[in-house]
């Protein structure tokens, strides 16, 4: 057992090393393009309104064709996956947690409190039934079986405010 939480811990490391250097990489691309826009936004002030429209339908021309090219890619990227998770995180902690228990009662009387691995669940702390391993869900998605133990069966927990 302790050979897999070495093993374990060793892979987080490593993770971690990487999303450093992926962090150290990044920061100054996007410093680049925020210096770029205040150049755009200098120069569109200065552009007429025909221009400007024609620049933003461009624009937008070439946002499309660059998602069309790599789709593919960004659905399987762990930078864009961990990027997604931080916004839904942030998110989550600015929301008023009595509001949404008060959305998924609803859908909590229609489990009768248990979820099963496949089932849809909008926010909320979910407890497995064999392990009490706390899975907690971000935003709308499917309940995948329990990272510790692979158990099914889930029950919802309240949230703290």
Not at 133 to 151: K, V, W
Request: include cysteine; glycine fraction near 4%.
């Amino acid at each position: 057992m302790a050979q897999n939480n070495d093993y374990f811990a060793e892979i987080y490391q490593k993770l971690n090393a990487w999303l450093e250097e992926v962090k150290a990489e990044q920061k100054p691309r996007i410093s680049e393009f925020l210096q770029q826009a205040k150049k755009y936004a200098i120069t569109a002030e200065e552009m007429s309104e025909e221009k400007l429209q024609q620049f933003m339908a461009n624009l937008r021309y070439d946002l499309h064709d660059f998602y069309q090219q790599n789709q593919a890619q960004a659905k399987h990227s762990v930078y864009l996956g961990l990027l997604n998770e931080t916004l839904w995180d942030n998110l989550a902690k600015l929301t008023d947690k009595s509001q949404v228990e008060w959305a998924e009662l609803l859908e909590d009387f229609e489990h009768d409190g248990k979820y099963h691995t496949g089932d849809m669940i909008g926010f909320g702390q979910l407890q497995c039934d064999n392990c009490q391993q706390t899975l907690t869900i971000m935003h709308m998605s499917e309940i995948a079986t329990c990272a510790h133990c692979g158990h099914k069966t889930f029950t919802r927990s309240p949230l703290n405010p």
